[in-house]
């Protein structure tokens, strides 16, 4: 069904762009949340599900409020502040999330069949949303809890190469909006959305959209996971929220670099190229000693190091820590030319 919403000149003017953590947290659940491994995204399924299976996260409160399809909880998705909010930021949006407003959405969700299978027992609790809409201001501090532990286990690791692509699909669009105007970029987001004289058209088959559901304005929110549809938030004062899938995520997963080159390693010295080179996917310690056929100790002594110059970072995982390149590393394994 195409739904069609009327936007002013003033409107127009107050699109923006932000890079959301907690859109990355719903999507990338959501995706996890279904039978079927995710085409685009199966390297990183692979990885990250034995990690929120052996956590419980499978049939936590994520499970109870993220369906594998239909409609997602306005709650989770807190309108950005600025261009690029922490996860901490957003998190304490959600805890400050008025009662009224959470059971709205968890009518909302009672309502609308998700139409999507769920692994294991994941099926919306009925008893979790319950204890949430008895008590909703308790209840948040231990979802949001729950959402930083997902963050770590499943983003974490992976956000210095997951912001990398949605950044640059910020300022590539920023570019378009000042050669040929926002409502190009409209135009140009995604085949179910187009712009023309001042109307805003959208294809959806989920969730009647209407212009009074809005606030002033429009945020548009680059996303890895939300392939292959443009998801919406629509919760008056607040601009509407369009979630698109980014630019090049076809190319997210890929290795960066098959191997380290030896002028990296004449900087940095072969062990140390080596540990990077092995952390195309994130690992742990052990996991690094194992492939790479260094000690324990000498791969901790390595890491500290590379992390002190900001090459890898430590995302914690359970009982053991992941390591994972920066940015800056994959710009340093990428062969030039």
């Known amino acids: 069904m195409e739904y069609e919403l009327n936007f002013s000149a003033a409107d127009l003017a107050q699109t923006r762009f932000a890079v959301s953590p907690m859109w990355e ?33 499978d049939r936590g409160w994520l499970a109870a409020l993220i369906p594998g399809s239909g409609y997602l909880a306005d709650f ?142 429009l945020l548009l929110v680059p996303s890895a996971f939300a392939w292959p549809r443009v998801l919406t938030r629509s919760v008056a004062p607040d601009p509407l929220q369009l979630a698109y899938p980014a630019r090049g995520i076809g190319s997210l997963w890929e290795p960066r670099a098959t191997k380290a080159t030896d002028a990296v390693a004449a900087v940095l010295g072969r062990s140390r190229t080596l540990l990077l080179a092995e952390l195309d996917s994130p690992a742990s310690t052990t996991q690094l000693a194992r492939h790479s056929g260094l000690s324990a100790a000498a791969v901790s002594q390595h890491l500290t190091a590379l992390r002190d110059a900001g090459l890898v970072t430590g995302h914690r995982a359970g009982r053991s820590v992941l390591y994972a390149r920066t940015a800056i590393a994959d710009a340093l394994l990428t062969p030039v030319g």
């Open 25 to 57: 947290v719903v999507t990338s659940y959501r995706l996890l949340n279904v039978e079927t491994d995710p085409p685009l995204h199966r390297r990183w399924a692979e990885q990250v599900r034995p990690r929120l299976l052996s956590a419980g996260l």
């Open 76 to 217: 989770l998705n807190p309108t950005p502040a600025g261009p690029f909010p922490e996860l901490a930021t957003e998190l304490a949006a959600i805890r400050d999330s008025s009662p009224q407003n959470v059971r709205a959405d968890l009518a909302t969700i009672a309502a609308k069949s998700g139409g999507g299978r769920a692994r294991g027992d994941g099926a919306r609790p009925a008893a979790r949303l319950r204890l949430l809409h008895e008590d909703p201001e308790a209840v948040l501090e231990k979802v949001t809890d729950e959402i930083q532990t997902y963050w770590e286990l499943a983003l974490a690791p992976y956000w210095p190469r997951i912001r990398q692509l949605l950044e640059a699909d910020v300022f590539h669009r920023a570019r378009q909006v000042a050669e040929h105007g926002s409502a190009h970029v409209l135009n140009e987001l995604h085949d179910t959305v187009s712009w023309d004289a001042g109307t805003l058209r959208m294809v959806r088959t989920h969730c009647a959209l209407t212009r009074d559901q809005t606030g002033p304005g």
